[in-house]
């Protein structure tokens, strides 16, 4: 199966939340999520965490060999845009994209934002915070 991973859930991960401890070892999933989220986990990071655990969740995630971290191609950047323009005051523009990845990945998306779910584009996994 794969998943999307958007910016909550990779939080929960590096918290240790133990919803999520063990989802990165299940073999049978293929894992994704946009460079994008990387920069939102360290915005948001250091924001209530501090400068030195940003850096420190940052480089965690770029070191996990199962999460394929992926750029914005011509592809998903126009299918993010169209997602956006659809909805454009429910969605920032990460959240379009992340959408347009799990939707071209033919993807569940696991995220903690309950607005993703109301877009009806993919199928969307919460995760109560």
């Not at 480089?59 to 199962?66: F, P, S, T």
């Not at 998903?76 to 005051?89: D, F, H, P, Q, V």
Request: aromatic share 8%; hydrophobic share 45%.
């Amino acid at each position: 199966m794969k998943l999307v991973l958007d910016t909550g859930i990779l939080m929960l991960i590096l918290k240790g939340d133990p919803r999520v401890r063990d989802l990165l070892y299940e073999d049978r999933n293929k894992y994704y999520t946009l460079m994008l989220n990387l920069i939102e986990l360290y915005y948001k990071t250091e924001e209530k965490l501090g400068r030195e655990t940003a850096l420190t969740w940052f480089n965690r995630v770029l070191g996990v060999d199962d999460i394929n971290i992926v750029s914005i191609d011509k592809r998903l950047a126009l299918e993010a845009g169209r997602i956006k323009a659809r909805y454009r005051y429910l969605l920032s523009i990460v959240d379009a994209t992340i959408i347009a990845l799990a939707k071209i990945l033919k993807a569940t998306l696991l995220t903690t934002d309950n607005r993703l779910a109301e877009t009806k584009e993919v199928k969307v996994k919460i995760y109560r915070v």
